[in-house]
């Protein structure tokens, strides 16, 4: 028992390097203000701590080492604060909890702002420690603790976090903490950020701080829907004859994954999904309208075209996806949003999209609404038909020429027939015809804010959070989100988290190639110059060899479908051994049509 918290989970996570998990001293009682600060990360069983060191956060940093024997919070060592954040919002994609992370003064949070946006616009919770150097000026040492000192630190980020704070005292950080986890992890989900001043760190306390139990401040908090607006939505489905229900951000949950296919089934409900966001029902299933991707497709346009009732489940752009059906005039179908998400809209961020035309508004948490309604409904879910393994492709011809991604996926699906796979990352390019997703944690979404770089770090805190099940991290990235990357492997070698990445390596930023494309085009001007400051080549980047620097098993690269079988087995033995693997795949550029369609269209003016 820690001496100024009450008992809590004692039980710390295995050591992922036993190197740096030093014998236990004696139990003390907290000296320090770092000390009360970290104990209280304990007593919340935050697990892991993500980190690239500073001075800022040095008194935190003896705290959880020396005093708590890095157990929990466990530190990971990362090389960028990007690869830091990225690795908790991976962690956060498959539990839905906050994992720590800790960020130096204001150059580090400067370094981390990309991996928080991309969280933000992701939904997903985080805990973000921040620190300062003395707000006394008169104790700053000279010229490093002055240029690393921020009157307001929080402002950096407060735009794309939920809440931040910076407390007075060790007190008032234990509080600090308390509410900023339960706030991260409450829906809407988003990260939260923490600074602490060094002064607040290093104090001595004069006494133990009062025992206080976080159970007591950390209060369920679930949004649901009033009994009068589930009347009211059960009776616009019993009226309707073409429904259709927009499955948008939802949980990993395969409790609700039921219920959301018991409900559609139910009501024989078209079903769209997006590759924006986490796996949330069955692209194979009949009533699966289309096929997943980044923008609908025309078969599930149609769907929508022909529906008398649309049911948003917190779908990311309602508003743009009325504008792809009906061109501005108003839906003839009714339409329902659910959705919690309007509490984080503000004025910073343009992230919420735009407004859309709603008949009726649900102020409330998706999975607890389809709960509700399955009851209201008489409809009772059944957990039969979740968690089918991958399963093997049907034949298709061999590529002669250069790899597409369809035969990327071939190969891929061939040689993890019959495993468990989750889908950490994928690149643009991607078809969701090529993947079926039928559970919760087969595909885990998209970075959220569009920053590249992130698909690395994403696959190893997903990694993380998978490590010791049944399932197979695999993160698919482009060559360009893999380079600005790469060294977040680092940290997967130095934790023995094993997974697979796959570069579809294309040689070139092609979304920016196709946008060059258009503006030459729309200006009269060639379109054959579109590669110039777009192509990564001469020289080719050396990507296996990028991930053997690492401490990866690197392979490739790969350029036709024979190597890409060899490679696929070699690394999935690999990942069997507990390693990283790595694979390079030469592919040729493309996107989908709705993809291109969505690029290319003409600029509209709003009535």
């Given at each position: 028992?820690?001496?100024?918290?009450?008992?809590?989970?004692?039980?710390?996570?295995?050591?992922?390097?036993?190197?740096?998990?030093?014998?236990?001293?004696?139990?003390?009682?907290?000296?320090?203000?770092?000390?009360?600060?970290?104990?209280?990360?304990?007593?919340?069983?935050?697990?892991?701590?993500?980190?690239?060191?500073?001075?800022?956060?040095?008194?935190?940093?003896d705290s959880l080492v020396n005093h708590l024997g890095n157990r929990t919070p466990q530190m990971l060592l990362c090389l960028h604060e990007e690869?830091?954040?990225?690795?908790?919002?991976?962690?956060?994609?498959?539990?839905?909890?906050?994992?720590?992370?800790?960020?130096?003064?204001?150059?580090?949070?400067?370094?981390?702002?990309?991996?928080?946006?991309?969280?933000?616009?992701?939904?997903?919770?985080?805990?973000?420690?921040?620190?300062?150097?003395?707000?006394?000026?008169?104790?700053?040492?000279?010229?490093?603790?002055?240029?690393?000192?921020?009157?307001?630190?929080?402002?950096?980020?407060?735009?794309?976090?939920?809440?931040?704070?910076?407390?007075?005292?060790?007190?008032?950080?234990?509080?600090?903490?308390?509410?900023?986890?339960?706030?991260?992890?409450?829906?809407?989900q988003a990260p939260v950020y923490v600074n602490l001043d060094v002064d607040i760190q290093e104090q001595a306390l004069p006494a133990p701080l009062?025992?206080?139990?976080?159970?007591?401040?950390?209060?369920?908090?679930?949004?649901?829907?009033?009994?009068?607006?589930?009347?009211?939505?059960?009776?616009?489905?019993?009226?309707?004859?073409?429904?259709?229900?927009?499955?948008?951000?939802?949980?990993?949950?395969?409790?609700?994954?039921?219920?959301?296919?018991?409900?559609?089934?139910?009501?024989?409900?078209?079903?769209?999904?997006?590759?924006?966001?986490?796996?949330?029902?069955?692209?194979?299933?009949?009533?699966?309208?289309?096929?997943?991707?980044?923008?609908?497709?025309?078969?599930?346009?149609?769907?929508?075209?022909?529906?008398?009732?649309?049911?948003?489940?917190?779908?990311?752009?309602?508003?743009?996806?009325?504008?792809?059906?009906?061109?501005?005039?108003?839906?003839?179908?009714?339409?329902?949003?659910?959705?919690?998400?309007?509490?984080?809209?503000?004025?910073?961020?343009?992230?919420?999209?735009?407004?859309?035309?709603?008949?009726?508004?649900?102020?409330?948490?998706?999975?607890?609404?389809?709960?509700?309604?399955?009851?209201?409904?008489?409809?009772?879910?059944?957990?039969?038909?979740?968690?089918?393994?991958?399963?093997?492709?049907?034949?298709?011809?061999?590529?002669?020429?250069?790899?597409?991604?369809?035969?990327?996926?071939?190969?891929?699906?061939?040689?993890?027939?019959?495993?468990?796979?989750?889908?950490?990352?994928?690149?643009?390019?991607?078809?969701?015809?090529?993947?079926?997703?039928?559970?919760?944690?087969?595909?885990?979404?998209?970075?959220?804010?569009?920053?590249?770089?992130?698909?690395?770090?994403?696959?190893?805190?997903?990694?993380?959070?998978?490590?010791?099940?049944?399932?197979?991290?695999?993160?698919?990235?482009?060559?360009?989100?893999?380079?600005?990357?790469?060294?977040?492997?680092?940290?997967?070698?130095?934790?023995?988290?094993?997974?697979?990445?796959?570069?579809?390596?294309?040689?070139?930023?092609?979304?920016?190639?196709?946008?060059?494309?258009?503006?030459?085009?729309?200006?009269?001007?060639?379109?054959?110059?579109?590669?110039?400051?777009?192509?990564?080549?001469?020289?080719?980047?050396?990507?296996?060899?990028?991930?053997?620097?690492?401490?990866?098993?690197?392979?490739?690269?790969?350029?036709?479908?024979?190597?890409?079988?060899?490679?696929?087995?070699?690394?999935?033995?690999?990942?069997?051994?507990?390693?990283?693997?790595?694979?390079?795949?030469?592919?040729?550029?493309?996107?989908?049509?709705?993809?291109?369609?969505?690029?290319?269209?003409?600029?509209?003016?709003?009535?």
């Open positions: 028992m820690t001496a100024d918290l009450a008992p809590h989970d004692q039980s710390a996570p295995e050591a992922l390097n036993p190197r740096e998990r030093p014998p236990l001293a004696p139990t003390t009682p907290p000296m320090f203000g770092s000390d009360a600060i970290a104990e209280t990360l304990a007593a919340l069983n935050i697990p892991y701590i993500a980190l690239n060191p500073g001075a800022s956060f040095r008194g935190l940093h690869h830091a954040v990225a690795l908790a919002h991976g962690y956060a994609k498959v539990t839905g909890k906050a994992m720590a992370v800790a960020v130096h003064a204001n150059v580090g949070l400067m370094h981390a702002t990309m991996a928080v946006f991309n969280a933000w616009c992701d939904r997903m919770p985080l805990l973000l420690l921040g620190a300062t150097g003395y707000q006394d000026a008169a104790r700053r040492r000279p010229w490093i603790e002055w240029i690393h000192t921020a009157r307001d630190q929080g402002a950096l980020v407060r735009g794309f976090t939920k809440w931040d704070d910076q407390p007075g005292s060790p007190a008032a950080a234990r509080e600090s903490l308390l509410r900023a986890k339960w706030l991260s992890e409450s829906a809407p009062p025992p206080a139990n976080p159970a007591d401040f950390l209060p369920e908090a679930g949004i649901g829907a009033s009994a009068s607006q589930i009347a009211e939505l059960a009776r616009l489905i019993r009226r309707a004859e073409r429904p259709v229900l927009l499955m948008g951000r939802v949980s990993r949950c395969a409790r609700a994954w039921a219920q959301r296919l018991c409900l559609a089934e139910g009501i024989q409900a078209r079903v769209l999904t997006d590759l924006k966001i986490g796996a949330a029902f069955p692209t194979d299933h009949a009533l699966h309208a289309g096929t997943p991707g980044i923008y609908a497709d025309s078969t599930a346009l149609s769907a929508l075209k022909r529906a008398d009732l649309i049911i948003s489940l917190d779908w990311v752009d309602l508003a743009g996806l009325q504008r792809e059906i009906f061109a501005g005039d108003r839906p003839r179908a009714r339409i329902v949003q659910v959705s919690v998400d309007s509490a984080l809209h503000r004025g910073w961020s343009m992230d919420y999209q735009a407004l859309p035309a709603v008949d009726l508004y649900i102020r409330a948490e998706p999975d607890l609404l389809v709960a509700d309604l399955n009851e209201a409904l008489g409809l009772v879910a059944q957990s039969a038909g979740i968690g089918a393994p991958v399963s093997a492709p049907a034949a298709q011809a061999v590529a002669t020429e250069q790899l597409s991604m369809a035969d990327l996926a071939h190969g891929l699906r061939k040689c993890l027939a019959g495993r468990e796979v989750s889908l950490t990352h994928l690149p643009l390019g991607w078809d969701g015809a090529l993947w079926p997703l039928r559970h919760p944690l087969d595909f885990l979404g998209s970075d959220g804010g569009g920053g590249v770089g992130a698909g690395p770090g994403l696959t190893v805190g997903a990694a993380l959070a998978l490590r010791g099940s049944s399932r197979i991290p695999l993160g698919i990235c482009g060559d360009g989100d893999f380079l600005m990357g790469a060294t977040a492997l680092w940290t997967a070698v130095h934790y023995r988290i094993p997974l697979i990445c796959v570069v579809a390596n294309n040689q070139s930023f092609f979304n920016d190639e196709v946008h060059q494309e258009r503006v030459a085009r729309a200006r009269g001007r060639a379109v054959d110059n579109k590669w110039i400051g777009q192509r990564i080549a001469d020289p080719d980047v050396d990507i296996a060899g990028l991930a053997r620097a690492q401490g990866a098993i690197g392979h490739g690269p790969v350029e036709t479908a024979q190597d890409l079988a060899r490679a696929c087995a070699a690394a999935l033995l690999d990942f069997d051994q507990g390693r990283v693997a790595v694979i390079d795949v030469r592919v040729t550029s493309g996107y989908t049509p709705s993809m291109m369609n969505a690029l290319t269209e003409p600029e509209r003016t709003e009535p």
